[in-house]
């Protein structure tokens, strides 16, 4: 069976430090991948998505980043945090081919700059 | 433009209730709608989903009632119980597609 796994589960870090958020999944390959920011009482917020190694796909303009090292690892990073970035984020992944169109989230990392 | 909408925001349901709630969307290409249960502190859970052939899903206390010609589908939950106290996300997708749209969810509390 597949799991989806994310690390940390909480962080708290100052204001201009930098950011680095990990995702994997076991289980399957070549999946696609997802990265999304839920606000405190808010809905999904798309941030990146990867439909294989190196290929990022960017829905929101903003001082985030994501990487695609291998075909199972998605990084969220940052230079620099801001206030704003402060979230719970939450990586997905969805198979290619027969049942793309399902969703799988991981449990979320909770993140709270400072 | 927000692809799917979603109401209500919040919902107060008594215990053995019916909670209800609605969605829109307005792409006719999309194919497949699946809703996700998310607990406090925890990823959304894919509950129950549907694809256009049908007009209704149902799975235990769960069901999913689709209007094709009105573009709508909603999430019915039958005697509800205080566990399924949660945010409830509707979403919407191409079968062969690769982005997923979400509707702002509804916080139902279930009230014993």
């Known amino acids: 069976s597949q799991t989806i796994h994310q690390w940390p589960a909480t962080l708290v870090q100052p204001v201009g430090s930098p950011l680095s958020l990990e995702c994997t999944v076991e289980?399957?390959?070549?999946?696609?991948l997802y990265w999304y920011r839920q606000a405190a009482g808010r809905g999904l917020q798309l941030l990146f998505y990867?439909?294989?190694?190196?290929?990022i796909s960017s829905e929101v303009p903003q001082n985030l980043s994501a990487s695609r090292p291998q075909d199972r690892q998605f990084i969220l990073s940052s230079k620099k945090l801001l206030l704003s970035d402060s979230g719970f984020y939450l990586c997905a992944w969805s198979p290619t081919g027969l049942g793309r169109e399902t969703q799988y989230f991981g449990p979320g990392t909770r993140l709270l700059v400072l | 433009q927000q692809q799917v909408k979603q109401s209500p925001q919040s919902l107060i349901v008594q215990k053995g209730g019916i909670s209800i709630i609605n969605c829109a969307y307005e792409n006719t290409a999309f194919d497949y709608f699946p809703w996700y249960q998310q607990f406090p502190g925890k990823g959304p859970a894919l509950l129950i989903a549907i694809r256009p052939d049908v007009s209704e899903k149902k799975e235990g206390r769960f069901t999913i009632s689709f209007n094709k010609s009105a573009k709508q589908f909603s999430l019915h939950i039958m005697d509800s119980q205080p566990g399924d106290s949660a945010t409830y996300f509707c979403a919407a997708s191409m079968v062969w597609g690769n982005q997923f749209y979400f509707g702002t969810g509804t916080s139902l509390t279930v009230i014993p």
């Open positions: 990867s439909v294989g190694i190196g290929q």
């Open positions: 289980g399957t390959s070549n999946p696609n």
